[in-house]
């Protein structure tokens, strides 16, 4: 469960830093993109609408200038005064005022009724105008220039805006000098200063529509923007398709609307949102390859190790894992074998040593056989020996009584002391065998005296020097000593005897146990025991005498023994 | 960790909100002052409307805001908003309905009261006559001949049984008010002429008054009943269909003009009603609308007769108002029966 917790944490972590950079930046590069974008547009928008207005107040401006020297000529005036006919002079002059204008709108003189008396548009005798109602009335009212767009219900004119001056002589309205821009007239006065996809409505005073390009016919986009003027409302949300900019004309009071579709058209942002959505799919896909890829590597080896510690756990040894690599997961599995490879080697190390403490016990108590029947024996040979007044009869049977119920006591450690008074006993009987053979010599501190030491370790040594030491059948000494050093107290037993055959020698040093019918049995029981005892750096040392044999043991005192 | 990330994306937000559009700057710079606006609520169709509104706002400088609709949708719009008025002036609406909402309107009295045409103006001035619109009967020239239809009797004769074009009186104002005229018009107890007409209409209910001059110039009907504006206005787009003043006399009930209680914009509310009343637009209402004028000095057209030849019947209109309920009640439970 750890384990696909942290593969999960591995794979959100890569995840972050997979996706997040990319988010961030693609976002960023939209924000840009995007502003960018939408600036050089309104920019472009703005520039263009700003031309366009500059244009529509030139031509204004023109046809002011036309008409206010048309009322001031006067033969213009008197014409109009008269309501002449149509007089070739008139014509001229009328011709002659209108030509800055390049054809760009058509002039008419109308009489003081509104009947149209000249123009420079088509023959159109009898489109006449009211005088008392619309651009007659308001000129007339204004005594100056007008500008009107032509009412969709005004079925006379043909054009769509109208300029107007009245022509007085000496403060009566004797006429009207008028200017009409048909719709072609004012397409032509635009055409080619905005872009193809944009569209452009020209609005009068009140923003009513007076023209639209092409692409907005009928499209009472006009009425919107009014609605939206009156009501506050704004112009470009973010939902519409296009962008609206407007731009007040002052001369005639007429405002010009440029519709630029949004410069981010729906296609570019699909196509953005696609290459977005693309690579962070790429991204998360390689994240999710990779983080998969890097949990593998380490969480099986460590998996791996988990499973195999778990069998180790049950007491299985023989496990080992395979070593790749070098790196550090494969270092601690190489660990790892070789920990098991040595706690293999300790256990077995434990069950031999088992073994040879088992061993040892059982001869030990083979040698217990049946011990009170010897008492029992040994006191009956002490009292015969006591009533037959043989001394070293009942001496030796004492001794061995003595020996026995030391070395069948269920103490395995005994003080240095009582191990001497069995030594005691024991040289007694040996020196009832042998008279005259040896000499038993004792040399222990006061303060070994109470150290505990292995029960009967003392005994064998003894006996191996004077049973090998003296086989020839010479007279010599037996020495034991004993001295605390420190935490320790050195026990030698040395003799003067032949000592130990060289081969016999080397063969105990190498521990290779006692040779078949060769003896030294004893001398390799007590180096076991104490072993055992005390640790494989605590055995029997040979140390090398001028003659004889010189056999130490160094043993550490255990805590709060030895008093 | 998580903080960082937060701030991260609150900086991008900042970033992208920063780069919204600007462009509605100028147009703000653009819209009019409140104290150039006026609010006009309209049942007048956008042909009348619309170039009076136009005039309107050239002579004045004051932009016009148009909210159109029928009469009666209007007027309860004007009643909900009663307590903080939207509108300013009620522009259209006949007589009777401007009457039953007559609480909502202001009085003024225009510069040219005292030229309006007697009987056309209301006594308070709760509002100014627009145009005065005579009731008349029409006919299908190919299927009737002259002097077949006179007057409000023939409507009651047999012979047009279920040949007669009339509008719901339930929906339509003017087919209300043509109906009380007619019940005026003839002798005798009001609610037995009712019946007769009912079944004399033998089931046949227009549900719009437009449908009425239709219904006679495709000959599903012989003859009519509609206003003379109406009927001009059919006539000179070329329907073959004849008027009739009824001899027994008609009305000639004006639609008005009112200025709204608690106007917003009452000054130029006031303007407006001066304006409409004004020898220009009247001028324009006979010579475009196809509508008789209602001052003295504006002459109507040559062609139609002169309004004291139309033997005008002294029209109730409270009366008009206070049996409006009970009629309908009449005219559904007989049509309903007529019909099964």
């Keep these: 469960m750890k384990q696909s917790s942290y593969r999960r944490r591995l794979l959100l972590d890569f995840l972050l830093v997979g996706i997040l950079p990319l988010v961030v930046c693609l976002s960023l590069i939209f924000v840009v993109f995007r502003s960018t974008i939408l600036r050089s547009a309104e920019t472009s928008a703005r520039s263009q609408l700003a031309g366009m207005t ?312 083979q040698a217990q056989l049946n011990p009170h029947f010897l008492y029992n024996t040994l006191d009956t040979l002490k009292w015969l020996g006591k009533i037959n007044r043989v001394e070293e009869v009942s001496t030796i049977s004492a001794d061995l009584a003595d020996i026995l119920r030391r070395s069948i006591s269920a103490q395995e450690f005994v003080a240095l002391r009582e191990e001497l008074a069995l030594l005691e006993r024991y040289v007694e009987i040996q020196k009832i065998r042998f008279p005259g053979k040896f000499e038993y010599v004792t040399d222990v501190a006061g303060d070994a005296l109470e150290v505990p030491v292995p029960k009967l370790m003392l005994q064998p040594l003894v006996e191996n020097a004077i049973i090998h030491g003296f086989e020839d059948g010479s007279h010599g000494v037996v020495r034991v000593t004993a001295r605390r050093q420190g935490g320790q107290v050195v026990v030698t037993v040395q003799d003067n005897g032949v000592g130990m055959a060289p081969e016999s020698v080397a063969r105990f040093e190498a521990r290779q146990g006692p040779e078949e019918g060769g003896g030294h049995f004893g001398l390799y029981n007590v180096d076991a025991i104490l072993r055992l005892h005390y640790g494989q750096d605590h055995g029997l040392v040979l140390v090398p005498a001028e003659k004889g044999t010189c056999i130490r043991a160094i043993l550490p005192v255990k805590e709060g023994d030895g008093k | ?194 019946e007769w007409f009912i079944e004399n209409l033998d089931g046949q209910v227009l549900s719009d008054s437009g449908d009425v001059v239709t219904a006679v110039a495709s000959g599903n009907c012989y003859v009519g009943v509609t206003l003379e504006e109406t009927a001009l206005k059919r006539q000179a787009q070329g329907d073959n269909i004849a008027i009739v003043y009824p001899v027994e006399g008609t009305s000639d009930l004006p639609d008005g003009t009112a200025l709204i209680a608690g106007a917003p914009h009452r000054d130029n509310a006031r303007a407006f009603l001066e304006f409409v009343q004004s020898e220009d637009v009247q001028s324009l209402v006979v010579s475009d609308f196809f509508r008789r004028s209602v001052r003295v000095d504006v002459a109507d057209r040559e062609d139609l007769p002169a309004a004291d030849e139309l033997a005008l019947l002294d029209y109730d209109v409270a009366w008009a108002s206070a049996v409006k309920e009970e009629f309908l009640r009449r005219w559904a439970m007989l049509n309903g029966e007529g019909v099964s």
């Design chain 1, 54 to 365: 500059a244009c529509l107040g030139e031509t204004v401006e023109t046809c002011d200038t036309v008409l206010a020297r048309l009322g001031q000529d006067p033969l213009v005036v008197g014409a109009l005064r008269e309501s002449a006919a149509r007089d070739t002079q008139v014509y001229s002059a009328l011709y002659a005022a209108a030509a800055p204008l390049e054809r760009g709108a058509d002039i008419s003189l109308y009489d003081a009724d509104g009947h149209i008396l000249y123009t420079t548009g088509g023959g159109r005798a009898g489109e006449d105008l009211a005088s008392n109602w619309g651009l007659l009335a308001l000129a007339r009212e204004r005594e100056g220039l007008v500008c009107r767009r032509v009412s969709p219900y005004d079925t006379v004119s043909r054009g769509v805006m109208q300029l107007a001056r009245p022509v007085s002589e000496g403060g009566t309205t004797v006429g009207y000098a008028v200017a009409e821009l048909s719709e072609e007239q004012v397409g032509a006065l635009f055409a080619g200063m905005y872009d193809d996809g944009s569209e452009i409505v020209l609005l009068d005073g009140f923003w009513d529509e007076v023209y639209t390009s092409p692409g907005l016919r009928d499209s009472d986009l006009a009425v919107w923007l009014r609605t939206q003027l009156l009501s506050g409302g704004s112009l470009n949300d973010e939902t519409g398709d296009a962008e609206y900019y407007v731009e007040r004309e002052d001369l005639s009071g007429f405002a010009l609307a440029l519709r630029q579709p949004k410069p981010l058209a729906d296609w570019v942002m699909r196509l953005f949102y696609i290459i977005a959505g693309v690579s962070i799919l790429v991204s998360l896909l390689l994240c999710l390859r990779v983080a998969v890829g890097f949990s593998r590597r380490i969480f099986e080896p460590v998996s791996s190790l988990n499973r195999a510690m778990a069998q180790v756990e049950g007491g299985d040894l023989d496990v080992r894992l395979s070593v790749p690599g070098t790196d550090e997961i494969s270092q601690l599995s190489g660990r790892f074998n070789r920990m098991t490879e040595r706690l293999k080697e300790n256990l077995n190390e434990s069950v031999r040593q088992q073994q040879e403490l088992g061993d040892a016990q059982i001869r030990m108590m």
């Design chain 2, 1 to 194: 960790m998580k903080t960082r990330v937060t701030a991260l994306l609150c900086a991008l937000f900042l970033i992208l909100s920063a780069c919204a559009a600007g462009g509605d700057a100028d147009l703000a710079a653009l819209a009019p002052a409140d104290a150039e606006r006026l609010t006009i609520y309209t049942s007048h169709k956008e042909a009348v409307y619309g170039p009076i509104v136009k005039e309107f706002e050239e002579r004045t400088g004051i932009w016009v805001e148009v909210v159109t609709g029928g009469t009666g949708e209007l007027l309860e719009r004007i009643a909900s908003e009663a307590a903080s008025p939207r509108c300013d002036v009620m522009f259209g609406g006949g007589v009777e309905s401007l009457l039953s909402y007559g609480s909502l309107f202001e009085s003024y009295t225009g510069a040219g009261a005292g030229l309006l045409k007697p009987g056309l103006r209301q006594e308070a001035d709760l509002w100014t006559p627009f145009s005065s619109l005579p009731v008349v009967l029409i006919y299908n020239t190919r299927l009737v001949s002259p002097g077949e239809v006179t007057g409000w009797a023939d409507l009651l004769n047999e012979t047009w049984k279920g040949k007669i074009a009339f509008a719901d009186p339930a929906v339509s104002g003017s087919s209300y008010t043509a109906a009380i005229t007619m019940l005026t018009a003839l002798e005798g107890d009001d609610w037995e002429l009712l």
